[in-house]
C-alpha cells in the first residue's frame, strides 16, 4: 500500500507519544503470560491433550484439562471451555438460564447488556427468559460509573442475578475496571449474599493483570474468537468461576443429568491450548493497536475514547466521525487492509440480533473473529465506529495509515 508522505508523518507521530503507553502494556501481558505458563505447567499440558475425540467423549481428557487450565488462569473453582457454544451470546445465555429460575430477578447494573441479549431477556413468545417468568431490572451507570444508590434501591427479594458488563457495548463510555466492578460486587453480595454475580468478560481478558473472578466476581463468560482464544481457536465460548454457579451451567448447556462429564470434539482441542498461549500476546497487539488508533484519529481532529494516555480497560476504540460517510470510510479501509476478503466491501446490513443495521469490517482468518483487527458500528447517530483486535501490531499500523488516508479523502 502507499500512502501520502503527510499520512506516514502523522502516524509516526502518534507512534512516538504512545511509546509509555505501550510499555505498560508490555508489563500487563509478561505478567499474563507468566499465569497462562503456570497453568499449563500445573496441569501438565502435553501432546495428549491435544487429540480428537468423538461421541459422548467421556473421560475426554483434552477437553476436561482445558476446563481446568482456564479456571487456573482465571484463579477461580471451575470453567467450562467449549467449542460447543457457538458464540459470545450463546454462553451469556447458556449461563443466564442455567442461574435463573420462574420467578427471579435479573439485574443489570452497567445499563443494558450487550445488544444481542435484549431479545433473550425480553423477547416475546420466543423461549425468552420473560416468557419463563423471569422479571428484569436495569440500573444505567452514572457518569460512567456504578450507582450505588439505585442499585441498592434496585435489589430486591427476588433479585437472583446481578449482570454486569466489563466492556463498553455499542455506546460512548468507557469499560469498566476490574477493581470496580469487584468493589461493585462485594457491596451487592453485602446486600444479599445469595445473589449470583455475572460478568460478561468479552474483550476484557488479559487487558489487566486480574480477571473479574478474582475480586469477587461469581462467573465471567466470554467468547473464544476474542481476546482468549489468542486469533487461533476457531470456535467457543467459556464460562469461569464458583464452582456452584458453573456446574448450574453444564446442567443447562448440556443436560442435567450429564453436565461437562460428556462432549467430544472431532477436530481436537490443539487450537484452543495454543490460542490461550498466545493470548496475553496478541491481547498486547490488539491494545497496542488499540491506542495507535485512538492517538492518531485524534490527533487529527476526532474524539476517541477512551482519551489517548489513560489505561486500557477493553480491547476496543472508539472513535466518534462527523459524518455517516467518514464512518463507512472508515470501515471500509479496515477490510481493505485486511489478509483476507480485502476485495469485499462491507455495507450496513440488518444483522440478526441488533436493533439498528451495523457495518462490520472483519476480514478475518477465524470468520467474524474480532481479536482480528475488525471495526463494526451501528448506523445512528453519533456516529462512532469500534474498532478492536490487530494479531500483529504492523498491520495495525498500516491499518491506520489506510484508514486515515480514507477518512481524509471523504471528508
Ligand atoms: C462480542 C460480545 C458479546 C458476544 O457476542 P458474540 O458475537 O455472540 O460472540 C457479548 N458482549 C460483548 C460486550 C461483546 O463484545
Keep these: 500500500m502507499q500512502f501520502d508522505e503527510r499520512i506516514i508523518s502523522i502516524v509516526n507521530e502518534a507512534e512516538e507519544r504512545c511509546k509509555s503507553s505501550f510499555a ?35 473421560d475426554d481428557i ?11 488462569v482465571f484463579r477461580c473453582e471451575s470453567a467450562i471451555v467449549s467449542p460447543l457454544m457457538v458464540s459470545g451470546t450463546h454462553a451469556l445465555t447458556v449461563a443466564l438460564y442455567g442461574v435463573l429460575r420462574p420467578g427471579d430477578e435479573l439485574l443489570a447494573v452497567s445499563g443494558a447488556p450487550y445488544d444481542t441479549l435484549k431479545e433473550v ?27 450505588y444508590e439505585g442499585i441498592k434501591h434496585a435489589i430486591n427479594d427476588k433479585t437472583k442475578l446481578v449482570f454486569v458488563g466489563r466492556s463498553r457495548g ?14 461493585m460486587a462485594n457491596f ?25 473472578t478474582e475480586v469477587g466476581v461469581d462467573i465471567a463468560v466470554g467468547s473464544l474468537i476474542k481476546n482468549i482464544g489468542g486469533g487461533i481457536a476457531p470456535s467457543g465460548g467459556y464460562v469461569a468461576g464458583k464452582k456452584s454457579v458453573v456446574d448450574q451451567v453444564a446442567y443447562r448447556l448440556t443436560s442435567p443429568s450429564i453436565g461437562m462429564e460428556v462432549g467430544s470434539y472431532a477436530y481436537g482441542y490443539r487450537e484452543f491450548y495454543q490460542g490461550l498461549f498466545l493470548a496475553p500476546h496478541v491481547t498486547l497487539q490488539a491494545l497496542k493497536s488499540s491506542v495507535l488508533f485512538g492517538e492518531v484519529f485524534d490527533s487529527v481532529g476526532y474524539k476517541t475514547m477512551p482519551r489517548p494516555n489513560s489505561d486500557c480497560k477493553d480491547i476496543i476504540r ?45 476480514g478475518t482468518f477465524v470468520a467474524g473473529a474480532s481479536i482480528e483487527l475488525s471495526a463494526d458500528s ?25 484508514c486515515l488516508q480514507s477518512v481524509l479523502e471523504n471528508k
Excluded at 453480595?189 to 480477571?211: A, H, R
Excluded at 445512528?380 to 504492523?394: F, R, S, V
Design 24 to 58: 505498560k502494556l508490555e508489563r500487563v501481558a509478561l505478567e499474563n503470560q507468566n499465569k497462562v505458563l503456570e497453568a499449563f505447567s500445573k496441569n501438565n499440558v502435553g501432546q495428549r491433550h491435544f487429540a480428537q475425540t468423538n461421541g459422548y467423549g467421556y
Design 62 to 72: 483434552g477437553r476436561d484439562t482445558l476446563c481446568k487450565v482456564f479456571a487456573d
Design 121 to 147: 431477556i425480553l423477547g416475546d413468545g420466543i423461549g425468552s427468559l420473560k416468557d419463563f417468568g423471569v422479571t428484569y431490572r436495569q440500573v444505567d451507570l452514572k457518569n460512567g460509573a456504578f450507582d
Design 170 to 183: 455499542y455506546e460512548w463510555r468507557d469499560a469498566l475496571d476490574v477493581r470496580e466492578i469487584g468493589k
Design 188 to 212: 451487592v453480595k453485602d446486600l444479599k449474599p445469595d445473589v449470583v454475580v455475572m460478568c460478561d468478560n468479552c474483550y476484557g481478558e488479559f487487558v489487566d493483570v486480574i480477571e473479574p
Design 318 to 362: 472508539s472513535v466518534m466521525f462527523d459524518t455517516k460517510d467518514e464512518l463507512i470510510a472508515f470501515c471500509r479501509a479496515v477490510q481493505k487492509a485486511s489478509p483476507v476478503d480485502s476485495n469485499v466491501t462491507p455495507f450496513p446490513w440488518d444483522m440478526p440480533g441488533y436493533e439498528h443495521q451495523v457495518i462490520m469490517a472483519a
Design 378 to 402: 451501528p448506523i445512528k447517530e453519533p456516529y462512532i465506529a469500534y474498532i478492536q483486535g490487530g494479531l500483529t501490531y504492523e498491520h495495525a499500523k498500516i491499518a491506520a495509515m489506510y
